[in-house]
């Protein structure tokens, strides 16, 4: 009995122990190699703050998984050392009554290692927070809306929607962003986990975050803070570009809206209706603050903070329906006729 008692417990010790080596294999295997090309990976970081955060999760698992060892070393110890045996006859264990020396250790190594993560991870949120801007800095105002971002670039007079174009930091030239995030409404959180940790928006109150990616490519967010019923799709991406890339993207941006005589009929069925309280389009009347602004819609991959691809079909969808796309979402249905529709849709088509 005894025996089936101690091989039964040496084997949940033993699941105990290697349940957390198998979690902590499991979250390395995600790798680079296994990442989609826009990752999410917060073990590829690809920027001097995602870096720094991830260098500090390292560091925290080593200290605790040495915490773990040696615990379930000397749990592990107890247990077979001091299990019960048949010669015991039931009786009691010799009895410790106390040990300053075990006590003191106790005591002070715990707290020497709440100290030292207490210090390292100051460090870490001093260097992210406190970092000043450089002059050739890139700066961004990202505003949270129920659920879309908006994109404003100050300095450049650009403003746009879900998707944020930077240029790339070479370390011998930093070329860092600084973004300002502000909320119209409600709680949000922006994150993009290969380029910076969570940030909060909140409502009356400004926060600020930096990037400074130093590979191109497009990085994928998302909120992490629920802001109501579509919080799981209001996403984010951010397109890394090289120098000559981005200032061709900015030149683009600062061109007004195209004027295509064959979408005429679409435009005074998006200016006669409800679309222009919301929306603004440059170069027209149309000069809406609800809404994303649309005046380079098409030059966007996706539509409806990332929920679809930018398609005629979605297009045409999320103005006739939006909530086929996204429940809960605020834009209303248009209620056009299909012929209004297409004009509409054709109309967007031409906004680069």
């Not at 011998?172 to 910076?196: G, I, K, N, R």
């Not at 090289?242 to 005589?261: I, K, T, Y």
């Not at 409800?274 to 809406?288: K, L, S």
């Not at 005629?312 to 796309?325: E, V, Y």
Request: hydrophobic share 45%; charged share 15%.
């Amino acid at each position: 009995m005894s025996a089936r008692r101690t091989k039964s417990i040496l084997s949940r010790g033993w699941q105990i122990v290697v349940l957390p080596f198998w979690s902590t294999s499991a979250l390395w295997a995600v790798g680079p190699d296994d990442t989609p090309s826009h990752g999410t990976n917060i073990f590829a970081p690809a920027s001097t703050p995602a870096k720094s955060i991830a260098d500090l999760s390292v560091f925290v698992l080593v200290i605790t998984g040495i915490i773990f060892v040696v615990v379930f070393a000397l749990l592990f110890y107890s247990v077979v050392k001091f299990r019960e045996r048949v010669i015991d006859a039931g009786r009691e264990p010799a009895q410790v009554y106390g040990s300053t020396q075990i006590e003191f250790a106790w005591t002070i190594i715990p707290t020497l290692i709440v100290v030292v993560l207490f210090l390292a991870t100051a460090r870490v949120i001093h260097a992210l927070q406190d970092a000043p801007e450089p002059a050739g800095a890139v700066e961004v105002t990202a505003i949270g809306h129920q659920y879309w971002w908006e994109f404003r670039y100050p300095k450049l007079g650009i403003v746009t929607a879900n998707e944020l174009h930077i240029p790339v930091s070479n370390p011998s030239h930093p070329t860092p962003t600084f973004l300002q995030l502000l909320s119209a409404d409600t709680d949000h959180s922006f994150w993009v986990p290969e380029l910076a940790g969570k940030t909060d928006l909140i409502p009356n109150h400004p926060n600020r975050m930096w990037v400074d990616p130093q590979r191109t490519g497009v990085f994928l967010g998302q909120c992490a803070q629920y802001c109501g019923t579509q919080h799981a799709k209001m996403l984010l991406r951010i397109s890394v570009d090289r120098p000559e890339d981005f200032a061709s993207w900015v030149r683009a941006q600062e061109r007004p809206g195209v004027e295509n005589a064959g979408a005429i009929p679409g435009r005074r069925v998006f200016e006669r209706n409800a679309c222009m309280n919301c929306h603004a389009v440059g170069g027209t009347p149309a000069d809406g603050r609800f809404g994303p602004d649309l005046t380079h819609l098409m030059s966007r991959t996706t539509i409806a903070a990332g929920a679809a691809e930018n398609t005629r079909d979605n297009l045409r969808l999320w103005i006739q329906n939006p909530s086929a796309i996204k429940p809960g979402s605020l834009m209303p249905a248009m209620k056009l006729s299909d012929a209004d529709l297409d004009a509409v849709v054709s109309y967007m088509e031409t906004l680069h």
